[in-house]
C-alpha cells in the first residue's frame, strides 16, 4: 500500500511529536515511581504533586496526538479525497507544542501556591486531577478541537454517504470539544465540582475515546486484513451502542462517595458493571476480522499494538475496572493503589497502544519502506507489554495491602505504618517502570529512524527471517501445530473466560473485605489469597494469550498458503 | 453478530431503537443529578462553613492552587502518596492542623500544637485552650503526637502566605462535615495496638512506636544552651528553623547570633539577647526581610518561662561558634 493522498503525510508529525511527549511522559513516571519509593526525592525542586501533573497531562496530550495522527491518516481514504485547509493541521500541531510547553511552565507554579486567580476563575493552573492545567491551557486546548472537528467534519463526504466510521469519528471529534468545555469552570460546592470534573474525564474515556478507539480499530483492520467495511462497520455500530449505553450512566460509579446521594451506588454498579460488554465485543471482533482471511501478517508491529490495545481494554478498562465498579468493592478500592492500577493499563494499553500501532502502520507507507526491519518494533512491543503489566499488577497488588492496612486497620501514617507495609510493591515501581521505559526508548527509536537506518544486507525479507528464527525451518511441519496452529474461535473463547474467572476470583477478593472476619478481626488471609491468586494469574493469562495469538497469527507467514501473495 | 453476508439487518430501525434508549437513560441521568443537588437534600457546602475568620470557599481556591490532590485524594479521589484528607479536620482537630501545615517538613510535638491553642481562632473552633480536653476532643492528634511527634515527615514545607494556613483549616473543616455515604469505611478492628501488630508482626511494633519524649522532659540539664537545644525540639521550633544558615519556613540560626539582620522595612539590627528574645515573644515585631509576617505564632511568651527562652537564646548563640 502506498500514499494516495498527498495530506496523509501530515500525520507523520503528529507521530513524531506523539513519539516525543510520550518519552516525556514516561520519564516523569520513573521520577514518580522513584519518589514513591523515597519521597524526598527531589523535594522542593520538583514536588510529587508536579510530576504527577505532567504525567497525567502529558498523558492525555501524546494520546490525543495520536489519535489526530490516526485520524489524519485515514481521513483522506474515508473521504476519497483531500483535507481540507492543510494550514490549519500545521496551526494545530504547533498549538500542541505550544501548549506543552506553557504546562511545563505552569504546572509547576502550585509548588509556590499560584493558580492565577482572575475573575473568579484560575487561569495559570487550577490542581484538579486529570484536568490540571489553568484556563488559558483549557481555551487553548479548546480552539485544537474545534480545529480538529472543523477539518475532519469538513473534509468528509455529505452526511448521507456516512458509513459507520464515519459516524463514529464524527461524532468523536465533536463530542471531544463538546465535552470538554465541563471543565472549564471554577466550581466552589466540592461534590458539585467532582461531579463535572467526572463529566470531562469519564465520558471522554468512556464515551468518546473509547468510540475513537473502537472505530479506528475497525478500519485500521480493514485496511490491514481486507476486512469486510460492512461486517466491521457492524461491529462499530454495535460497539458505539453499547458503549453509550452502559456508559452513560456507568459514570454513576464515580458518585458513589463525592457528597452525593446513596442512589447512585445503586445505578452505577447496574450499568458500569454492563461496561464491559463493548469490550468483550470488540475482543471478539478483532479476533473474527484478524481470522477472516488467512493472509500472513504483513506489518506484524501494527497488529500487534492492535492486538495489545484490544486486550489490554479487556484486562484493564473491562476487568480491573468491573472488579471495582460495584459500590461494596469499591468504598475498599476507592483512593488506593488498586485505581491506578486500573488506570495505567486502561489508558496506556487500550488507548496508547492504538496511536502506537497506527504510527507503525502509517510510518512505513509514508516513508516508503513497506519490508522494513519488524524485529526491533516487536521488541519493543513485548517490552512495554511486560512493563505495564508489571506496573498495572504492581499496583493492584500493592494496593490491596493498602486497604487492608489504611482502610481496614485505620493506620493513616503513610510514612510510618502504610508505607512500610507496601514496600516490595513500591521497589516494583521503578523495577517495572524501566522495563516499559526501554520498550518505549526501542520503540520510538525505530519509529523515528524507520526507513533511514542502513538495512542490514538480507537474501530474504525480513518478516521471514525471523519467523525462521523463531519456528525454526518454515517448512517445519510443527509450524501449523502446537503453539502456533491456527487459533479457533472455540479456543479463543476458552482464553476469554479464563481471564474472566481470574476476574471473578480478583472482584470476590475485593469483597471478601467486607467479611467480619477481616474487618472486624483483622484477617487478611482470605483477601491477600483471592488477590494473590486472582491477580498473577490474570497477568499470565494475559502474556500467554497475547503470545499464542500472534504466534497462530505470525505462523501464516511460513504455512503453505493458497492464499498467499506472490 | 456479523451483518456482512448480505442480510437485511434493518439498520436504520435497529438505529433508532439505540437512540431512543439512550434518550430514556439521558433522562433518567438527569433527574438523578438534578435530585443530587437539591438544598433539602442537606449537603453541607463550602459558604456555610468557616473556621474563625478564615471562610472555607476560600480555602477551596488555595487547596487547588497548591494542586494538594497531586499528592493526597479528597473524596478519595487524587493521588495516592499521601493519606486521604477528607476527614483530617475531625481526626486532628484545628490545632494540630495549624502546627501541621506551617512546616509540614515535621510532625508537630505537643507543644507545638498546645502553641496554637492559644490562637483566639482556635479557642473559639474548639472550645478550649487546655492540650488535655482538646487531645481528648480529638483522639487522632493525641495518637498522632505521640507517635510521630517531632520525627521528619514526607511532605516538603509548603509556603504559604498569610491567612492561607487558617483557609486550608476552614475546607478541611467542610469537608470533614459532608456526608460522602458511608466512605471512607468505618475501623472496626478494635485497639491500636492490635492493629499494629496486625499490621507490622510481632518483632517491628516496638521499633514501630517511637518513645513519646515530646514535652515530658523533667530534668533540665544545667547547660544553658543544651537546656535550650532540648526546648527547642519539644517546642517543634526546629521544624521551620533550621540550626544551620538554610531557609526553612523561617530564617535558619545558623551564625544568626550578633550578626546583622536585615529587616523588612528597610533597617538593620544586631541580632543580640534583646532582639532574639523580642522575636520569640513578639514575632512579627521584626520581621526579617524577604519573610512573612504573622506565620509565627506569637503565643511563645505565655508558654515559655523567662528562664526557657533565655536558654534558648543561649542555644541560637552556641550555634554561632560551630
Not at chain 1, 490542581?127 to 488559558?136: A, D, K, M, Q, S
Not at chain 1, 510493591?425 to 524501566?434: A, E, S, T, Y
Not at chain 2, 481526626?91 to 501541621?100: E, I, V
Not at chain 2, 520525627?151 to 504559604?160: K, Q
Amino acid at each position: 500500500m502506498q500514499i494516495e493522498y498527498q495530506t496523509q503525510r501530515l500525520s507523520l508529525r503528529f507521530f513524531m511529536l506523539m513519539l516525543v511527549l510520550f518519552l516525556v511522559q514516561v520519564g516523569y513516571g520513573l521520577i514518580l515511581a522513584t519518589q514513591q519509593v523515597d519521597p524526598t526525592l527531589l523535594r522542593g525542586v520538583l514536588n510529587f504533586n508536579v510530576v504527577r501533573a505532567e504525567h497525567l497531562n502529558l498523558g492525555i496530550l501524546w494520546i490525543l496526538t495520536g489519535f489526530i495522527g490516526a485520524i489524519l491518516f485515514v481521513g483522506p481514504l474515508l473521504s476519497k479525497r483531500e483535507m481540507v485547509t492543510p494550514w490549519l493541521i500545521k496551526l494545530l500541531f504547533y498549538a500542541l507544542i505550544v501548549i506543552v510547553v506553557w504546562n511545563f511552565f505552569t504546572l509547576r507554579l502550585a509548588q509556590q501556591g499560584i493558580a492565577g486567580w482572575w475573575e473568579g476563575q484560575p487561569w495559570l493552573q487550577q490542581g484538579l486531577e486529570y484536568l490540571e492545567p489553568g484556563r488559558i491551557a483549557g481555551i487553548l486546548v479548546l480552539i485544537g478541537f474545534a480545529i480538529l472537528a472543523y477539518v475532519v467534519l469538513r473534509t468528509f463526504p455529505a452526511m448521507r454517504e456516512w458509513n459507520e466510521i464515519h459516524w463514529g469519528l464524527g461524532i468523536g471529534v465533536f463530542a471531544l470539544m463538546a465535552v470538554w468545555m465541563f471543565g472549564l469552570f471554577y466550581v466552589e460546592r466540592l461534590d458539585l465540582q467532582e461531579y463535572f470534573r467526572w463529566f470531562v474525564v469519564h465520558y471522554w474515556v468512556e464515551g468518546i475515546w473509547e468510540v475513537i478507539h473502537i472505530t479506528l480499530v475497525g478500519y485500521l483492520l480493514v485496511l490491514m486484513f481486507k476486512a469486510d467495511v460492512k461486517s466491521v462497520g457492524f461491529a462499530v455500530f454495535w460497539g458505539v451502542t453499547l458503549v453509550w449505553l452502559s456508559g452513560l450512566l456507568g459514570n454513576a460509579h464515580h458518585y458513589f462517595w463525592i457528597g452525593t446521594p446513596a442512589f447512585w451506588q445503586f445505578w452505577g454498579s447496574l450499568f458500569s458493571a454492563l461496561e464491559p460488554l463493548p469490550l468483550v465485543f470488540c475482543f471478539w471482533h478483532i479476533y473474527l476480522d484478524a481470522h477472516q482471511n488467512r493472509r500472513p501478517l504483513e506489518n506484524a508491529p501494527a497488529f500487534y499494538f492492535i492486538l495489545g490495545s484490544v486486550v489490554l481494554e479487556q484486562i484493564g478498562a473491562g476487568i480491573l475496572g468491573f472488579s471495582m465498579t460495584f459500590s461494596l468493592t469499591n468504598v475498599w478500592s476507592h483512593g488506593t493503589w488498586v485505581t491506578p492500577g486500573h488506570a495505567h493499563l486502561a489508558l496506556f494499553g487500550t488507548f496508547g497502544m492504538l496511536g502506537i500501532a497506527a504510527a507503525y502502520y502509517a510510518v512505513p507507507i509514508i516513508r516508503k519502506v513497506p519490508d522494513y526491519d519488524q524485529r526491533l518494533g516487536k521488541l519493543g512491543f513485548w517490552l512495554v507489554l511486560t512493563g505495564v503489566l508489571g506496573l498495572g499488577f504492581t499496583f493492584v497488588l500493592g494496593g490491596v495491602v493498602q486497604i487492608f492496612v489504611y482502610r481496614t486497620l485505620g493506620l493513616h501514617w503513610f510514612g510510618g505504618d502504610v508505607f512500610p507495609a507496601m514496600g516490595l510493591f513500591k521497589l516494583l515501581l521503578p523495577v517495572f517502570g524501566l522495563v516499559f521505559a526501554v520498550g518505549a526508548g526501542v520503540l520510538a527509536f525505530d519509529l523515528f529512524t524507520l526507513g533511514r537506518r542502513v538495512r542490514a544486507p538480507t537474501t530474504t525479507d525480513s518478516r521471514t527471517a525471523l519467523t525462521d528464527a523463531v519456528h525454526g525451518d518454515a517448512a517445519d511441519p510443527r509450524s501449523t501445530s502446537g503453539w502456533s496452529r491456527a487459533l479457533t474461535g472455540f479456543e479463543a473463547g476458552i482464553w476469554l473466560m479464563m481471564m474472566w474467572v481470574f476476574g471473578a476470583i480478583i472482584t470476590l477478593g475485593l469483597l471478601s473485605f467486607n467479611l467480619p472476619r477481616v474487618r472486624v478481626l483483622g484477617d487478611p488471609t482470605l483477601p491477600y489469597l483471592l488477590a494473590g491468586v486472582g491477580y498473577p494469574g490474570l497477568l499470565l493469562v494475559t502474556l500467554a494469550f497475547v503470545s499464542r495469538f500472534l504466534t497462530s497469527l505470525e505462523a501464516r507467514a511460513s504455512a503453505p498458503m493458497a492464499e498467499r501473495p506472490t | 453478530m456479523s451483518c456482512g453476508n448480505g442480510n437485511d439487518c434493518d439498520e436504520v430501525g435497529r438505529r433508532r431503537m439505540a437512540l431512543v434508549v439512550l434518550g430514556i437513560m439521558t433522562l433518567v441521568f438527569i433527574v438523578l443529578s438534578g435530585l443530587s443537588f437539591l438544598k433539602s437534600r442537606g449537603q453541607v457546602t463550602p459558604d456555610t462553613v468557616s473556621f474563625g475568620s478564615y471562610k472555607a470557599a476560600d480555602g477551596k481556591r488555595v487547596f487547588q492552587a497548591y494542586n494538594c490532590m497531586g499528592c493526597h485524594t479528597m473524596v478519595g479521589n487524587g493521588a495516592y502518596l499521601g493519606p486521604d484528607l477528607t476527614r483530617e479536620y475531625e481526626r486532628a482537630g484545628p490545632a494540630w492542623l495549624a502546627a501541621f501545615l506551617a512546616s509540614a517538613g515535621s510532625w508537630p510535638t505537643e507543644a507545638a500544637v498546645r502553641t496554637q491553642l492559644l490562637n483566639h481562632d482556635q479557642l473559639a473552633d474548639t472550645g478550649t485552650d487546655s492540650i488535655e480536653s482538646y487531645l481528648k476532643k480529638f483522639p487522632g492528634a493525641a495518637v498522632r503526637i505521640e507517635r510521630r511527634g517531632g520525627s521528619t515527615s514526607f511532605m516538603p514545607n509548603l509556603p504559604f502566605r498569610e491567612g492561607e494556613v487558617g483557609q486550608l483549616i476552614a475546607f478541611l473543616k467542610y469537608t470533614s462535615a459532608m456526608n460522602t455515604e458511608g466512605w471512607p469505611p468505618k475501623v472496626e478492628v478494635e485497639g491500636l495496638d492490635k492493629r499494629l501488630l496486625l499490621a507490622h508482626g510481632a518483632n517491628t511494633v516496638a521499633h514501630a512506636t517511637p518513645a513519646p519524649a515530646a514535652g515530658k522532659a523533667d530534668t533540665a540539664p544545667a547547660d544553658p544552651a543544651a537546656h535550650g537545644a532540648q526546648l527547642v525540639k519539644q517546642y517543634g521550633c526546629t521544624a521551620c528553623h533550621s540550626p544551620d544558615r538554610k531557609r526553612l519556613v523561617g530564617p535558619g540560626w545558623g551564625g544568626l547570633y550578633g550578626s546583622q539582620v536585615k529587616l523588612a522595612d528597610g533597617s538593620t539590627v544586631t541580632a543580640n539577647d534583646a532582639y532574639l528574645i523580642e522575636s520569640i515573644i513578639k514575632p512579627n515585631a521584626k520581621i526579617v526581610a524577604g519573610y512573612p509576617s504573622s506565620v509565627m505564632p506569637g503565643s511563645f511568651g505565655k508558654l515559655l518561662k523567662d528562664d526557657e527562652i533565655s536558654a534558648i537564646v543561649a542555644y541560637i548563640h552556641s550555634l554561632e561558634k560551630q
